[in-house]
């Protein structure tokens, strides 16, 4: 709490900023025997951590001069290169040189440049409705006004999209929409996926109304079952899309890696955005993921990875047909990525729920926290990237207690 004279100093930026709940919650999730369904941070079973320390060795001793010193804003080439033929192999976009990446700071800070070079207080951001709170906590530095469009099970209700863009084109704001924001594969928070015909429905709406899509996919490479259906930058292009990529999921997030994939226009308007937020980016970890993926074939890691979180997935969704079914309930199975999100019968408020899961010990993090404008909410995310596979079950059983506490209480 700042108080005093630092209060009054503060600027609207500083006075509006809030404690995430989901960091709160992450304190809570350190108590011995806590189980958390809380962040979404990877398995750490998952990194490479003996390649990444030999590799590390030898670029701190051998290439000093690079890896301990600035870099350019733009990013270490090597790890562009390395970068550019991973795009091709993973998703198939082969339109990309050097010019059209930023390397930043996790795809974080990229929704951070993206705030500052696109938007003003009077300015429209089209958000789905749950939405990634980062990206929203990122975008309202800026101020500006979110329209939040409902999301199905098959990514976001192009129906509803469509009639509030003829709305705004009628009452002629549709200038001051910059851009709409989604994450089209195993969504964060929902876990679903746009289907391909929904991707292109969205395409032709912002060629309509001439508005840029950002696309945010940092789970696009981590599919169970099928592939997803291709990526809106690769149907529509530069001149349409901005794509954000991070290594944070398919490689480790302590390496603090994320790349803004975009015209070159673009690109050197947020190089600009970066230079006065930090500078550069790390060169040691840039050079360390670049070294990475030139030694070891990522495509071959990435298997296991996703075998690892399949396993998860299943667990959970096992445990809770067991246990959470009975209670009415429901959720969709993603076929990747780490979430899972859950719709309680209504009456049921996961938010005050949180006082219940404290005790037992369970956490998850409640609907509310990622949805625009919404008092109350049924629905919680899941996540089964974190928890040891064999704990998985009792957290459930956990959360079920709670469903059960909270009901006598409310005498629902
Ligand atoms: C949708 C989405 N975008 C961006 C990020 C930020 O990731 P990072 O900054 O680690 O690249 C996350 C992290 O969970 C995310 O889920």
């Given at each position: ?314 667990i959970m969704i096992e445990a809770m047909e067991e246990h959470l079914k009975p209670y009415g309930v429901t959720w969709n199975k993603p076929g990747g990525g780490l979430f899972i999100w859950i719709e309680l019968p209504e009456g049921y408020d996961t938010m005050e729920m949180l006082d219940i899961a404290k005790e037992k010990l369970v956490f998850y993090i409640p609907g509310k926290a990622f949805l625009v404008d919404v008092e109350k909410s049924s629905t919680a995310r899941l996540s089964f990237c974190l928890p ?25």
């Amino acid at each position: 709490m700042v108080t005093g004279i630092f209060e009054e100093k503060l600027s609207k930026i500083g006075k509006n900023l809030k404690s995430s709940l989901i960091r709160d919650l992450l304190k809570y999730a350190q108590i011995p025997g806590a189980i958390s369904f809380g962040g979404g941070a990877p398995d750490p079973e998952t990194f490479p951590s003996k390649e990444l320390g030999e590799i590390a060795k030898e670029i701190l001793e051998n290439e000093y001069k690079f890896t301990l010193q600035y870099i350019p804003t733009e990013g270490d080439e090597e790890l562009k290169e390395e970068f550019i033929k991973l795009l091709d192999r993973i998703y198939g976009i082969t339109d990309v040189a050097k010019k059209n990446l930023l390397m930043t700071t996790g795809s974080q800070q990229a929704l951070d440049i993206l705030a500052r070079i696109f938007l003003d207080e009077d300015s429209y951001v089209i958000v789905e409705s749950p939405s990634y709170l980062g990206a929203l906590n990122a975008f309202y530095v800026s101020f500006p006004k979110f329209i939040a469009i409902p999301l199905e099970k098959d990514g976001m209700d192009i129906n509803y999209l469509e009639k509030v863009l003829k709305d705004l084109d009628e009452k002629g704001e549709i200038e001051k929409v910059k851009f709409i924001y989604t994450v089209p594969t195993f969504q964060n928070p929902a876990g679903v996926t746009m289907s391909l015909e929904k991707r292109k429905a969205l395409i032709e709406l912002a060629e309509k109304y001439d508005i840029i899509i950002v696309e945010d996919d940092p789970y696009g490479a981590l599919y169970f079952d099928e592939t997803p259906p291709d990526s809106l930058y690769k149907l529509a292009g530069k001149e349409r899309v901005i794509l954000l990529n991070t290594f944070s999921k398919i490689l480790t997030p302590g390496l603090r890696i994320g790349v803004i994939i975009a015209d070159e226009n673009i690109i050197s308007k947020a190089v600009m955005a970066k230079q006065s937020a930090d500078l550069c980016s790390s060169g040691l970890t840039q050079r360390l993921a670049a070294r990475f993926l030139k030694k070891y074939d990522l495509l071959d890691y990435l298997k296991s990875i996703r075998a690892v979180y399949k396993e998860k997935r299943d667990i959970m969704i096992e445990a809770m047909e067991e246990h959470l079914k009975p209670y009415g309930v429901t959720w969709n199975k993603p076929g990747g990525g780490l979430f899972i999100w859950i719709e309680l019968p209504e009456g049921y408020d996961t938010m005050e729920m949180l006082d219940i899961a404290k005790e037992k010990l369970v956490f998850y993090i409640p609907g509310k926290a990622f949805l625009v404008d919404v008092e109350k909410s049924s629905t919680a995310r899941l996540s089964f990237c974190l928890p040891p596979k064999e704990v998985i079950p009792e957290g459930i059983k956990r959360l079920a207690e709670v469903i059960e506490e909270y009901k006598k209480e409310k005498g629902l």
